[in-house]
Structures are given as C-alpha cells and as structure tokens.
C-alpha cells in the first residue's frame, strides 16, 4: 500500500499549483518527513509560476492527506479550500453531530493511524462530491431562510453572538467546581520573561486551536535554525489544545538561552510583568520562562481540567491585558504621555512593580 499510493499523483489543490499550465516539478523519493505522521514520504516541489521565486513543497504525506482530503502543501480541504478544523465544524452544524478530525498524540500511534484506510472528520463528506453537495445544499437552505428577513437575520447573528456568551458563561459555569488551583499554583505566571533567562523549558499560552503543533515546533525551530524538530533530540513540545496552552523544553539550558535571546517581541503586562510573544500566522502565543519544569500533566488531568485551567487563563489575560488588545494599547500610549507630563513617573514606576500579580490565587 505504501508503494502504490507513492506511485499515484500528489494530491495539491488548483490554488497551490498556480495558473501556470505546465508546472515542472522535482520528486525526491523518501525526501522529507510527513508533518502529521513523522513517516518518510516522496517530497514533491515547484514554483507555482515561472517568475515565482517562492517554491512550494509537500508537506504531509500523501496517505495523510487522502485520509483527511486535504492538499499535501496548504493542508486546506481539498475541496471547499477551508481548514480541516472549520470544515469539520461546519458539516457539524449543518449535520447537527459531531465530526472531528481526531489526531493521534503519540509517534507510534501516529505513523500507525497513518497506515490505516480510514477517512477522517469531515473527509468523509467532502472526498465525495455527491455527500458534500448535499451539505452545500443543505447550508443554502439555511441561509437562505436566515437572509429572507433581513431583520430576522440581523436577530439571528446577534443571536449567534449571544449565544458564543452564553456557552462561555455555561462553561464557566459548568467548570465552576472544578478545581485547577493546584495546577495554577505550578504554572509560572508571576515569572517575567527577558532575553538574558536562563531556563531550558517555557510555558506557552493563549494558543489557539487552529494552530497545529507541528506549526509551533516549526516556528521554534526555525528561530533556532534547528533542522529536524521531529527527531525529539533539540526539544520536546507538549500542547494541551483543551488547555490553550503547552510547554517547550529544550535538550539543553544553552538551546533555552538562545531561544530567549532570540524572541525579539515582547509585551508588559499590567503588573508590569514581561511575556514574550511569538508569532504564529495571526495569532500570538505569550512565552514564559519555567525554571521548575513540567510534564504532560501539568496542563490537568482531565478534560474538565484543561477546559477549565483555558478559563483561568482567559481570564487572566483578560486581566494581564485589558479585555483587548486596543483597550490595552490605548493605556500603554496613555501611560506613556502621562510618564512625559508627570515628573514623578519613577514613583509610579515603582508602584506598579511593587503590586505583585495574585495570578496563583485565581479563581473563577
Ligand atoms: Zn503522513
Ligand atoms: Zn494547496
């Protein structure tokens, strides 16, 4: 099986493969590891135009791919050119159950599901046209009754707003028992990051589900100029995509230093603490030194656990930052004329870095 799927065509999407009509393309048998199941793969690249000096490459085996229809470069639904997470959410909408694309945690069970004939989450749908139509007729449906009364609809979408409050303040309320303060308590939140920390593992916050580990592993590693993530060898990753968060843990304190020295973006909380950032796609991950470590459990122990301990932190960035970014900018500019006008700015500065963060004590 592995043979044969190798000899049949990639599987890239009409966006990747550009408007060229031929596209000259290199295949390199075994030339790289797939992102999802970590096997060898025949790694195919090209430039999507002539004049195009960005080339494109496969990136996910082609086994991976056909299990969850996606293309081997952009990993988008092949079909629809959505994110496996949102196509998977929407056919649950529209099909009122749940699909998910469920991937494995570890190596082995990886490369193992990898080798199985199976469809994935939502690809069982869009792999085939006949199924995916009658989702997309479906949808049409409903937002063509959602858009026969335009006031109606404007109901609807407050409605939808309301309604992603409500499930929010339903977890809160849902997770309320439940008790994460000893988790809280090992998480380094009153620890501020700098660029000269010594420390060989870094908690990472505020993730967001869509991006996969493999993106973060990547995007450490290319600050790093380590090649292969993948071998376990330069640094061990846990993401808890329940829990938001994760760690980072290099092989040694000299890989830690440099990734601090090179995290060039950082942000002053309120209680004038350091998080470092660092930029995945359009989202930003807040990066703290963990001197004392951490294990898998670390991110809870159960899912009402990690649900709740992404709540704690929520709130607490809610808390570390103004409830936006825009709010917490405008105060930043704002401290910053007032520093200007006012004199005693180091007595203010002392002030604030006297008020320790409580963010151990948190509680919802
Ligand atoms: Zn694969
Ligand atoms: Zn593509």
């Not at 988008?76 to 994110?83: A, E, G, N, Q």
């Not at 309320?173 to 939140?189: A, G, T, W």
């Not at 060898?233 to 829990?243: D, G």
């Not at 401290?335 to 320790?356: C, E, G, L, W, Y």
Request: hydrophobic share 35%.
């Amino acid at each position: 099986m592995n043979d044969e799927i190798n000899e049949l065509p990639p599987k890239i999407c009409e966006q990747c493969l550009g408007d060229d009509t031929n596209v000259r393309m290199t295949k390199i048998p075994q030339g790289s590891e797939c992102k999802i199941c970590t096997l060898p793969f025949t790694l195919y690249h090209f430039k999507a135009s002539k004049r195009s000096g960005h080339i494109v490459k496969t990136l996910i085996c082609g086994r991976c791919a056909t299990q969850r229809n996606v293309c081997q470069c952009c990993m988008l639904d092949l079909r629809w050119h959505i994110p496996v997470q949102l196509r998977d959410h929407l056919i649950s909408m529209v099909n009122e159950e749940n699909v998910i694309t469920e991937e494995a945690k570890n190596d082995m069970m990886k490369r193992f599901l990898s080798l199985k004939d199976v469809k994935l989450g939502g690809a069982q749908i869009t792999s085939d046209s006949a199924e995916a139509d009658i989702i997309l007729d479906k949808l049409k449906s409903i937002l063509q009754k959602a858009t026969s009364d335009s006031e109606s609809s404007q109901l609807q979408i407050q409605g939808a707003a309301e309604s992603d409050k409500n499930k929010q303040d339903k977890d809160t309320e849902k997770y309320r028992s439940v008790d994460v303060s000893h988790i809280l308590k090992k998480i380094p939140l009153s620890e501020s990051f700098t660029s000269d920390v010594s420390s060989r593992s870094f908690f990472l916050y505020n993730i967001d589900a869509s991006i996969p580990e493999w993106k973060i592993a990547d995007s450490i590693s290319q600050l790093l100029n380590i090649k292969k993530w993948s071998d376990g060898n330069s640094l061990s990753l846990i993401i808890n995509h329940k829990a938001k968060c994760g760690g980072v843990r290099f092989q040694s304190s000299m890989l830690g230093e440099q990734f601090a020295r090179k995290v060039q973006e950082t942000i002053t909380t309120r209680k004038g603490l350091e998080r470092g950032v660092l930029r995945i796609d359009r989202s930003r991950i807040f990066v703290i030194p963990w001197t004392s470590g951490f294990s898998a459990a670390s991110f809870g122990a159960t899912t009402a656990e990690n649900i709740k301990l992404s709540l704690s932190l929520n709130k607490l960035m809610g808390l570390e930052l103004g409830s936006d970014d825009k709010q917490f900018r405008a105060k930043s500019l704002d401290n910053i004329k007032k520093n200007k006008q006012n004199t005693s700015k180091k007595v203010q500065k002392a002030k604030s870095k006297k008020s320790k963060p409580r963010a151990n004590n948190l509680t919802l």
